[in-house]
C-alpha cells in the first residue's frame, strides 16, 4: 500500500483507511469529510468543526491566504495556530481562481513552497481544471500543462508536508486514466479527481462515475483518493463505493447562506419545509418558523450546523455500512431517493467487473432490491466461478428438489443461476431475495446457465424452472433441454 495510508475495511472498493500526516503527526480514518474554511468568512469556526463535529481534517485556501492580509499571520505562527485546528490542513493552491478568473500570479513551484513555509500538513500545485464541456484537444493539452506542473516541483522542498498530485482530463476517460497512471508516477501522495463540480452541480452522476471508474483503474487501490468540490451528503455513498476516500466541503456554509438544507436525498430550501425531517440538535430544538424567524446570521449558523451534522452522519453510516458489508445496500438506498442518482448507480454497475476485483469474497448477507442488485460484483464473481467448474454426464439444474434420474442435479437460483448444492449455504447464494422477483434477475440467472454449460459441452443439461421470463428463456444455450416444473408460477 501506500505508505501514508493503510486498508483497514472494505466493501465494493469503497475502504476505511487510516492516511497518516506527518506534519501534525496525526492521522486521519478515512472516507473523511473535510470543511471548507475561509479565513475572511467563518460560518463555523474551525475550532467547533473539531470539536463539535469531530473533523479530523479541514481544508483552506493557500492561494487566499497568499494575497491576504492574513499572509504574513500565517508565515510567523503557521496554519494551525491562525485557524485554531489542531487537525490536519489541506491547503488548495489556487486552481480554482485559475478556473474562474482566467489568471493567477503565482507558479506551482511558489505555491507549493508557500503552503510548505505556512505549515499546511497537505500541499496542492497549481493545476488546470478541465471543464466537462471542454473537447478532447483541449482536455489533453491542459493535461499535459498539469503533468508539467506536477514535474516542476519534484525538487520544491516540502519537508513532511504531503503532496497532491491531481488527476484531471474532462470527461475523456482515456485521458482520465492515463492521467491517474501519470499522477501515480510522481511517487505524490493522494490523487484529487479534480473538475467534477460541474458534473454533480448538472446532476450528471452517470458522467461522473465513469470519470472517478477510470481514475481510479489508472491509481490502483493503494493510492488515496481525494474527490474535489464533493460536499453534498446525497452522493457520498456512491463515490465511497468508487473508491474515493475525501470530500470537501463548502456547501454547509453556502447552502446555508442561501436558506437551503441539505438532506441524503437532496436539497430542501427552508421557506418551503413545514417540518425538519432530521433528528440533529439543531432540527430537535427548532420547527421551521423558528428557524425563518432568526436573524440572518444566526439562522445561517445554525442551517450550517445542520448541514454539517447530516454530511458527518452519513460518513459514519457509510463506515458501518462498510464493516457490515452491506455498502451496496446503502448506495441502493440513496439512488431510490434521486433520479439523478439512479443513473449514477446504475453507471456504477457498468463497473461491476472492476469493482469485483476489490470487493471481498465473503460477507454476512447479499440483499436483493431491485432489478439493479442483479448487476451486482458478487453475481459477476458467480457466473466467472461457473466458467470454471467441470461437470459431466446427464446434469439437472432446478428450482426444485434433486432427482436420482440424473447423474447430477444442481440448484438454481437467481439472479446467480447454477449452483451445486453443498455451496448452498455459502456467501452469496445465501441471499435474502423477494418472492417477486423481476426479470432481470432470472436473465442473470440463465446467463449463469449459459456460462456452465458452454465450458462442459459433453454435458446434457436439462433446465427445471418455474415459469421463467421468455426474455430469460431465450438466453438459455439451444442444447439445454427446458422443463416447467408444476408448481406455483412465481411471476
Known amino acids: 500500500m501506500n505508505d501514508v495510508f493503510e486498508l483497514r475495511s472494505a466493501d465494493a472498493a469503497g475502504r476505511i483507511g487510516e492516511l497518516r500526516v506527518p506534519q501534525s503527526d496525526t492521522v486521519v480514518e478515512t472516507p473523511a469529510l473535510m470543511p471548507v474554511v475561509n479565513p475572511?468568512?467563518?460560518?463555523?469556526?474551525?475550532?467547533?468543526?473539531?470539536?463539535?463535529?469531530?473533523?479530523?481534517?479541514?481544508?483552506?485556501?493557500?492561494?487566499?491566504?497568499?494575497?491576504?492580509d492574513y499572509r504574513e499571520e500565517a508565515l510567523s505562527k503557521g496554519l494551525h495556530d491562525l485557524l485554531d485546528f489542531s487537525g490536519a490542513i489541506m491547503t488548495d493552491s489556487g486552481s480554482f481562481q485559475l478556473a474562474e478568473y482566467g489568471e493567477i500570479d503565482v507558479t506551482s513551484a511558489e505555491i507549493l513552497e508557500f503552503q510548505y513555509q505556512i505549515g499546511s500538513d497537505i500541499g496542492t500545485p497549481v493545476d488546470i481544471p478541465t471543464p466537462p464541456e471542454a473537447g478532447r484537444e483541449r482536455a489533453a493539452d491542459e493535461l499535459a500543462t498539469t503533468q508539467d506542473r506536477l514535474e516542476?516541483?519534484?525538487?520544491?522542498?516540502?519537508?513532511?508536508?504531503?503532496?497532491?498530485?491531481p488527476v484531471q482530463g474532462g470527461v475523456h476517460t482515456d485521458l482520465r486514466e492515463r492521467a491517474a497512471r501519470d499522477a501515480r508516477a510522481t511517487g505524490l501522495d493522494i490523487h484529487p479527481i479534480g473538475a467534477v463540480v460541474p458534473l454533480m452541480n448538472a446532476y450528471e452522476y452517470g458522467k461522473m462515475v465513469d470519470v472517478i471508474a477510470a481514475a481510479k483503474r489508472g491509481l490502483g487501490v493503494a493510492s488515496p483518493v481525494h474527490l474535489f468540490g464533493a460536499g453534498h451528503p446525497m452522493m457520498f455513498a456512491l463515490a465511497v463505493a468508487l473508491g474515493c476516500d475525501l470530500f470537501d466541503s463548502a456547501a454547509y456554509a453556502l447552502y446555508a447562506r442561501d436558506d437551503r438544507y441539505l438532506t441524503v436525498r437532496g436539497t430542501e430550501?427552508?421557506?418551503?419545509?413545514?417540518?425538519?425531517?432530521?433528528?440533529?440538535?439543531?432540527?430537535?430544538?427548532?420547527?421551521?418558523?423558528?428557524?425563518?424567524?432568526?436573524?440572518?446570521?444566526?439562522?445561517?449558523?445554525?442551517?450550517?450546523?445542520?448541514?454539517?451534522?447530516?454530511?458527518?452522519?452519513?460518513?459514519?453510516?457509510?463506515?458501518?455500512?462498510?464493516?457490515?458489508?452491506?455498502?451496496?445496500?446503502?448506495?441502493?438506498?440513496?439512488?431510490?431517493?434521486?433520479?439523478?442518482?439512479?443513473?449514477?448507480?446504475?453507471?456504477?454497475?457498468?463497473?461491476?467487473?472492476?469493482?469485483?476485483?476489490?470487493?471481498?469474497?465473503?460477507?454476512?448477507?447479499?440483499?436483493?432490491?431491485?432489478?439493479?442488485?442483479?448487476?451486482?460484483?458478487?453475481?459477476?464473481?458467480?457466473?466467472?466461478?461457473?466458467?470454471?467448474?467441470?461437470?459431466?454426464?446427464?446434469?439437472?439444474?432446478?428450482?426444485?428438489?434433486?432427482?436420482?434420474?440424473?447423474?447430477?442435479?444442481?440448484?438454481?437460483?437467481?439472479?446467480?443461476?447454477?449452483?451445486?448444492?453443498?455451496?448452498?449455504e455459502t456467501y452469496p447464494l445465501?441471499?435474502?431475495?423477494?418472492?417477486?422477483?423481476?426479470?432481470?434477475?432470472?436473465?442473470?440467472?440463465?446467463?449463469?446457465?449459459?456460462?456452465?454449460?458452454?465450458?462442459?459441452?459433453?454435458?446434457?443439461?436439462?433446465?427445471?424452472?418455474?415459469?421463467?421470463?421468455?426474455?430469460?428463456?431465450?438466453r438459455v444455450p439451444s442444447a439445454v433441454h427446458i422443463e416447467r416444473l408444476d408448481a406455483v408460477d412465481r411471476q
Open 430 to 474: 445465501t441471499a435474502e431475495v423477494p418472492d417477486r422477483m423481476d426479470e432481470q434477475a432470472y436473465e442473470q440467472a440463465a446467463e449463469g446457465v449459459r456460462r456452465l454449460v458452454e465450458t462442459n459441452s459433453d454435458g446434457e443439461f436439462t433446465l427445471a424452472h418455474r415459469g421463467w421470463p421468455e426474455s430469460a428463456l431465450a
Open 40 to 68: 475572511n468568512l467563518q460560518t463555523i469556526s474551525p475550532a467547533r468543526l473539531e470539536n463539535e463535529f469531530g473533523a479530523e481534517i479541514c481544508i483552506t485556501n493557500g492561494y487566499i491566504i497568499s494575497q491576504s
Open 269 to 424: 430550501r427552508l421557506p418551503e419545509l413545514d417540518y425538519l425531517p432530521c433528528e440533529c440538535p439543531v432540527c430537535v430544538a427548532h420547527t421551521p418558523d423558528e428557524l425563518r424567524a432568526m436573524p440572518d446570521d444566526e439562522r445561517e449558523t445554525r442551517l450550517a450546523q445542520h448541514n454539517l451534522y447530516v454530511s458527518f452522519g452519513e460518513l459514519r453510516r457509510i463506515k458501518q455500512a462498510i464493516r457490515r458489508g452491506d455498502l451496496l445496500e446503502l448506495v441502493e438506498a440513496r439512488a431510490r431517493g434521486h433520479p439523478a442518482m439512479l443513473d449514477g448507480y446504475r453507471a456504477l454497475l457498468d463497473h461491476a467487473d472492476q469493482l469485483e476485483k476489490e470487493d471481498p469474497a465473503s460477507k454476512d448477507a447479499f440483499f436483493y432490491l431491485s432489478a439493479e442488485s442483479a448487476r451486482r460484483p458478487e453475481v459477476r464473481r458467480h457466473h466467472e466461478r461457473l466458467a470454471r467448474l467441470s461437470v459431466d454426464g446427464e446434469i439437472l439444474l432446478t428450482e426444485g428438489d434433486t432427482n436420482a434420474a440424473y447423474d447430477e442435479s444442481w440448484r438454481v437460483v437467481p439472479p446467480f443461476g447454477p449452483l451445486p448444492r453443498a455451496l448452498s
Open 152 to 165: 516542476s516541483i519534484q525538487d520544491v522542498d516540502t519537508g513532511a508536508m504531503l503532496v497532491n498530485a
